[in-house]
T-cell receptor
Framework: DAGVIQSPRHEVTEMGQEVTLRCKPI?????LFWYRQTMMRGLELLIY????????DSGMPEDRFSAKMPNASFSTLKIQPSEPRDSAVYFC????????????????FGPGTRLTVL | TQLLEQSPQFLSIQEGENLTVYCNSS?????LQWYRQEPGEGPVLLVT?????EVKKLKRLTFQFGDARKDSSLHITAAQPGDTGLYLC??????????FGTGTSLTVIP
């Protein structure tokens, strides 16, 4: 069975450029999460969707970050313009639950996208 | 401000030794999870504990949720090189906020 799929696996870009990260959740899952991991701040939740609707985006750093989930099988995280401090590994995770995205539902993580902004 | 502090931050031990990793907070959590993350991969859920004082065992791993639901521990018996990885605790607050801990990087030397 295919797990959570993320693309690209690695992205190197220059400051000011737009970056789009992509995620395909596990089929049948109804919640999707975007995380960012750095050495300094650890793993941080950026935003999560339930049934394609953004439920909590309080972790999104600033207006340069935006996330969309146009359908149940695809989500994007966009950074525009990118800055060096955005360099991190970005993870997408999905889960299935019946209680609106309960945090006890098992989350399945993708392999991550390593972003480097020069 | 980190709501979930893990200790130790780094741990290097010999194969066969026992170890305990701690996850502490001043906040109460409705549930707490433990994950293991290997290099180049995403975290993988090991266990979820929801009841204060709960103890769960997964082969050589023993997880305990504190009575007050503010802390947790992970004990590994007879560590093996395959246990090497980053161990993360994660807590769900009563308000459905979700936080990961600072992580413990474990290296088991053959």
């Amino acid at each position: 069975d295919a797990g959570v799929i993320q693309s690209p696996r690695h992205e190197v870009t220059e400051m000011g450029q737009e970056v789009t990260l992509r995620c395909k959740p596990i089929s049948g899952h109804n919640s999707l999460f975007w995380y960012r991991q750095t050495m300094m701040r650890g793993l941080e939740l950026l935003i999560y969707f339930n049934n394609n609707v953004p439920i909590d985006d309080s972790g999104m750093p600033e207006d340069r970050f935006s996330a969309k989930m146009p359908n149940a099988s695809f989500s994007t995280l966009k950074i525009q313009p990118s800055e060096p401090r955005d360099s991190a590994v970005y993870f997408c995770a999905s889960s299935f639950g019946t209680s609106g995205g309960s945090r006890t539902d098992t989350q399945y993580f993708g392999p991550g996208t390593r972003l480097t902004v020069l | 401000t980190q709501l979930l502090e893990q200790s130790p931050q780094f741990l290097s031990i010999q194969e066969g030794e026992n170890l305990t990793v701690y996850c502490n907070s001043s906040s109460v959590f409705s549930s707490l999870q433990w994950y293991r993350q290997e290099p180049g991969e995403g975290p993988v859920l090991l266990v979820t504990v929801v009841t204060g004082g709960e103890v769960k065992k997964l082969k050589r791993l023993t997880f305990q949720f504190g009575d007050a639901r503010k802390d947790s521990s992970l004990h590994i018996t007879a560590a093996q090189p395959g246990d090497t990885g980053l161990y993360l605790c994660a807590g769900a607050s009563p308000g459905n906020q979700f936080y990961f801990g600072t992580g413990t990087s474990l290296t088991v030397i053959p």
